[in-house]
């Protein structure tokens, strides 16, 4: 059986002090923006890309070459 996973909240300073100290950390931030209103809609970029389609080839000509 599984032992349960507890998530609790710590410092910014113990994430710190345990980041430096290597131990396994997951972190996560939340943010609330119900209450604002965005500052650009993401339908804008699609807009932008397709007024310049013309810039992005069609397929990419590969992958890069690889480093030593």
Do not use: C
Request: hydrophobic share 35%.
């Amino acid at each position: 059986m599984q032992r349960p996973i507890s998530l609790r909240m710590i410092s910014a300073k113990k994430l710190k002090w345990s980041m430096r100290k290597g131990f396994q950390l997951f972190a996560i931030t939340i943010n609330d923006h119900s209450d604002s209103t965005p500052e650009h809609s993401p339908l804008d970029d699609h807009a932008v890309l397709r007024e310049y389609a013309d810039v992005f080839p069609g397929e990419l000509p590969g992958l890069p070459p690889s480093r030593e």
